[in-house]
């Protein structure tokens, strides 16, 4: 019998069938595996938590269902076991495996940790990548349980409990790149910069991106405690007596020195933006209103490209009638800053705390009977310091921090007042002194060695204000409404003018006022 079948021998055909067999039994091999790949797929595909997280559709009031809302700030351990709603923001993430990640959430001052770990009811695979997937900044409402945590978490300022995340709901998202992680905005200001770690971010990156900046804690602290002295000024004016009024910000005449004065076209002629509240308010005081205050935005046209100065400003602004003595301006004025330190110290200690992480300094210092120099006495003591006299017709910046520096060394505080300063020096409606013509019943208030507040007895009487007027080149008709007011009888006053920002820049010592200023102008800032 022949050993070849169809040109084929036996062995060659045992061989092809081996071959063949093998092919049939790899190719079900696969064929098994891909259906198991496929159930498995399938099956982690059917997200059983897909109900608990996902982005929201647009927010347009679709439906109130008045469910209560939980601040950070209002947890600690007491609250353990507690169901919370609340809406934050995504300050970081960290996916610490495919079954869990830990966000940190932030609302204004306040951070707290949150955790998603994988379970079979709520929390999936899907739903703990996603939620780490989320770009730092994003906003959030989250559902979840406050749950004591065994040790205090470091990162957050909420430190002894978390919230264990159990629905996960973005609410808005951030779209491109962060112009700067909040981690680096901030900062302690004396930190050293480690490359490769983290990078300074500068003050005109700050400006440019503001409202990114605006939220990191140490803005959101500053901007309460700037609100808070406000509100302490107005209850203190308040309670002594005073009327909030609200002036005009567009002038007919420049009120104080034509150089500094912001020229505007006002139809077929000019005006000229508010220098300061200061002929408004005297003429109230000739109106019978007796003690006003107002708080609203002052114009500087000046060309000082400083740490100090603005182009545009807040005012805390006041002015009262005398009885007896311009002192009795000097002393309320001197009350009021007594009560605003101790308020801030008192009631906001923690937005100075938040504050002092970033921007360190030595807590700020006021005696209770506070220390008064004559403008002659404050002189005295630079000298005695080694500051030539002949240049101390004025006290320039430089000196005035170098003043500050020898009350602080010698009287421990940071808080004081000059008074009587030269005629020379003052604005033409400044009382001269009653026994020395070349002196005014003027002064300023000084923190940490620069001035806070300008103020003084006002001129009363239309004569006498006429003359020196023209003694300081301003021509009387230009300003024929305010002198006028003048005529018709009006009572000796008095008063003085703060910056708001620059006293929140000294108590807090961030060292340039833009940082005080939510959206500062200066001589190169319009936007944003």
């Not at 200690?349 to 938040?354: N, P, R, Y």
Request: net charge negative; aromatic share 8%.
């Amino acid at each position: 019998m022949s050993d070849v079948v169809e040109g084929l021998t036996k062995s060659a055909l045992k061989k092809k069938a081996k071959e063949e067999e093998k092919a049939r039994q790899k190719a079900e091999k696969a064929a098994k595996a891909k259906e198991a790949e496929q159930v498995r797929e399938a099956a982690e595909g059917l997200d059983y938590a897909a109900a608990h997280y996902g982005k929201l559709p647009l927010h347009q009031s679709q439906s109130r269902p008045n469910r209560k809302r939980t601040d950070i700030a209002t947890l600690s351990a007491k609250n353990d076991s507690e169901h919370v709603l609340l809406r934050a923001r995504i300050q970081t993430s960290r996916l610490q495996s495919n079954k869990m990640a830990f966000l940190s959430l932030r609302q204004r001052t306040d951070t707290i940790q949150a955790m998603l770990a994988v379970n079979d009811k709520q929390v999936s695979k899907q739903m703990v990548k996603w939620a780490a997937s989320l770009s730092d900044e994003s906003i959030v409402l989250v559902h979840g349980t406050v749950v004591k945590s065994p040790e205090s978490i470091k990162s957050c300022s909420i430190d002894d409990v978390e919230i264990h995340v159990s629905e996960l709901w973005l609410v808005a998202g951030v779209e491109g790149r962060l112009p700067f992680s909040l981690d680096d905005a901030s900062r302690s200001e004396t930190a050293p910069e480690i490359e490769g770690q983290f990078s300074r971010v500068l003050l005109d990156t700050r400006l440019n991106n503001r409202i990114v900046d605006l939220r990191t804690q140490t803005n959101q602290a500053i901007f309460k405690l700037q609100h808070a002295i406000g509100d302490l000024f107005r209850d203190y004016l308040n309670n002594n007596g005073f009327t909030e009024i609200h002036s005009p910000k567009l002038q007919g005449a420049a009120t104080e020195s034509g150089a500094s004065v912001f020229k505007v076209g006002y139809f077929k002629g000019n005006a000229f933006l508010a220098q300061s509240p200061q002929l408004a308010k005297q003429m109230a005081i000739a109106a019978d209103f007796e003690r006003v205050y107002e708080i609203g935005p002052v114009f500087r046209a000046e060309d000082s490209n400083t740490h100090r100065h603005l182009t545009e400003f807040i005012g805390l602004d006041l002015e009262m009638t005398i009885e007896e003595h311009y002192h009795e301006v000097k002393e309320l004025l001197d009350g009021m800053f007594k009560t605003i330190f101790k308020g801030l110290k008192e009631r906001y200690a923690k937005e100075i705390a938040v504050v002092g992480k970033q921007f360190e300094a030595e807590e700020f210092k006021w005696r209770e009977e506070t220390l008064t120099l004559t403008f002659r006495e404050a002189v005295d003591l630079l000298v005695e310091d080694g500051v030539d006299r002949e240049i101390l017709d004025d006290i320039n910046t430089e000196n005035e921090k170098r003043l500050g520096r020898l009350v602080k060394a010698k009287y421990d505080t940071d808080y004081f007042i000059i008074d009587k300063f030269p005629l020379e020096l003052r604005p033409f409606y400044t009382m001269p002194d009653p026994n020395d013509p070349t002196l005014t019943n003027s002064y300023d208030f000084f923190m940490r060695g620069e001035e806070i507040l300008s103020g003084a007895q006002r001129i009363h009487d239309p004569e006498f204000l006429c003359q020196q007027m023209q003694a300081k080149g301003v021509d009387p008709e230009s300003m024929k409404g305010y002198i006028d007011g003048f005529r018709m009888g009006c009572p000796p006053h008095g008063g003085g003018g703060i910056g708001l920002e620059r006293v929140l820049m000294l108590f807090l010592k961030l060292n340039n006022i833009r940082r005080a200023s939510l959206f500062p102008r200066d001589p190169k800032r319009l936007e944003p």
